[in-house]
């Protein structure tokens, strides 16, 4: 099998991404990771820019050990005498020169013509040679060039002495089957090629970076240019992580080898997301965090039987927990008991579960997703709970500002009657509590009051827990809801029924409204 070598470009065209900064020694941390990743060269900047740029160049130089370190340079004498300078500390250093290939790139940017190009690209790439044999030349815009001027400007490149020969995509304009196409062509027409790396450098607009990257890697490309997550100008780079798992998990089909330590992939997807900013979409392949999570019933059940049915990779060979299921309104049954059972609950009835499966999807329908919080919640309610003798039947409440006095109507089911309180407070759960108050089958003491939101974001549930005293015992009442109000509620009438539990089924005589049942 042939060797793929990764040239991370991270921390030079990534680093191009619209409002991205790096500093230097977060600059020197990633090349770090880059290195402990497994990516055979590192391009860390672009010498000539900046004295700032030229410092993490030189840095990254003389502290990282393992990888080629890289550094960019325009066909300029004083770029490549910029980068050879920047690069020296190297254990292993490239300079890499680029121009241009396409005629609006010649006509606009460099205002040259293609023979004066040839002539500048032989002069540049044998200076470069005279401060290290590793040197990689880049024409941009291939796609977009005649190719038969491509294959001079390779061909040119070659005899000069460039040791790796680079064909972008700059403005991602390519498909696989026409980037693939020019791949091949170019080992045909310049069969002096064979002798070099030959390496890929594809742009996003298109949505085929990947794609066309491994087009070229199956028509003789040894060498493909990536960025962490993808990032960089426009659309973003070829994205390492997934051109690294795509080479591994279907080896049978590409046929090579990569020096990646996929096992380092999430982490450093992490940490480059972090110190740029730029957030990882949720959907995103092997980083996302959906990228091994199941919700759909279907999904889960397979999964859970065999994690083969919908995992194609292992979470863990990229760095990440085990898939996850996800609970949310499309988990099934089977998955909810599994995801108990984890969470250690595995002592529940039929009856608990079936119970525990309603409420689970009733707050589905509430949240975008449930938490492993909220089921703790929710199984720990249901375990404590007596019998409901008293049960709420209907909450309504008012509250706001200008005058509005808050009000609360509150109507409790018995297995014999309804009752019904309205009441008036400072609050609408003040207001509440004193409906309720007129409900209670014992008078009984609120000792205290607390609300604590069970997650984050604003459907996370409100979890009220209310101590209260009666005749000398304390009891406690619990429960959980996205609206706190009804959640109050709710650990009210959860005293009410402890208090019932223990004084028989008492009727309420007291303040209330008593209905006969239809």
Do not use: W
Not at 89 to 100: L, Q, V
Not at 352 to 361: I, R, V
Request: negative net charge; charged residues 25%; aromatic residues 6%.
């Amino acid at each position: 099998m042939s060797y793929i070598k990764f040239f991370d470009t991270t921390l030079r065209d990534g680093e191009q991404s619209p409002g991205v900064a790096l500093n230097t020694q977060q600059k020197l941390e990633i090349a770090f990771a880059l290195a402990k990743l497994g990516v055979d060269i590192i391009e860390a900047g672009f010498p000539i820019t900046s004295e700032g740029d030229f410092e993490c160049v030189d840095r990254i130089a003389r502290e990282v050990r393992g990888p080629v370190i890289a550094a960019l340079a325009r066909t300029h004498k004083l770029d490549i005498e910029r980068a050879a300078k920047a690069i020296e500390p190297a254990e292993r250093g490239r300079i890499h020169i680029f121009t241009s290939a396409s005629d609006v790139h010649l006509e606009y940017m460099l205002r040259k013509t293609r023979a004066e190009v040839l002539a500048i690209s032989e002069e540049m790439v044998t200076y470069a040679k005279t401060f290290t044999d590793d040197v990689e030349f880049s024409a941009q815009d291939c796609m977009r060039a005649d190719p038969e001027f491509v294959y001079q400007l390779v061909r040119t490149a070659i005899a000069a002495g460039a040791t790796t020969v680079n064909i972008p995509d700059t403005t991602g304009y390519g498909t696989p089957q026409d980037y693939g196409a020019l791949i091949r062509s170019i080992f045909v027409n310049v069969p002096e090629a064979r002798g070099v790396s030959v390496s890929t450098h594809c742009h996003d607009d298109l949505g085929l970076a990947t794609a066309n990257t491994l087009a070229a890697v199956e028509n003789g490309a040894t060498q493909v240019e990536v960025a962490v997550n993808g990032i960089g100008e426009r659309a973003g780079n070829t994205s390492l992580e997934e051109v690294a798992m795509a080479l591994y998990t279907r080896r049978d089909h590409f046929g090579h080898d990569i020096g990646i330590n996929t096992r380092e992939l999430y982490r450093v997807s992490r940490l480059v997301s972090r110190y740029t900013g730029m957030l990882v979409q949720p959907n995103k392949a092997i980083v996302g965090e959906n990228a091994f999570a199941h919700e759909a019933g279907i999904h889960q059940d397979g999964v859970i039987k065999n994690k083969s049915t919908y995992e194609i990779m292992n979470a863990e060979l990229v760095g990440r927990e085990a898939g996850v299921l996800v609970m949310g309104k499309h988990s099934g049954r089977n998955a909810f008991r599994q995801r108990l059972g984890e969470l250690g609950y595995v002592d529940l009835s039929a009856e608990q579960l079936n119970e525990l499966f309603k409420q689970f999807k009733e707050l589905a329908d509430l949240k975008q997703n449930v938490t492993t919080d909220d089921l703790r919640a929710l199984v720990e309610n249901e375990i404590v709970k007596v019998a409901e003798t008293y049960k709420l039947d209907h909450l309504q409440f008012q509250s706001g500002m200008g005058g509005m006095t808050p009000q609360a109507l509150v109507r409790l089911r018995t297995p014999a009657e309804l009752l019904e309180a309205t009441a008036t407070g400072s609050g609408p759960v003040d207001a509440a509590y004193k409906a309720l108050a007129t409900l209670a089958p014992i008078p009984f003491e609120l000792e205290s009051y607390d609300l604590k939101a069970i997650g984050s974001g604003t459907d996370a549930l409100g979890e009220v827990t209310i101590r209260a005293t009666a005749d000398g015992r304390t009891l406690y009442g619990r429960a959980i809801s996205t609206d706190v109000v009804h959640s109050s509620v709710l650990a009210y009438v959860d005293v009410i029924n402890k208090l019932a539990a223990g004084v028989g089924r008492a009727k309420v005589e007291a303040k209330a409204v008593t209905m006969a049942l239809p």
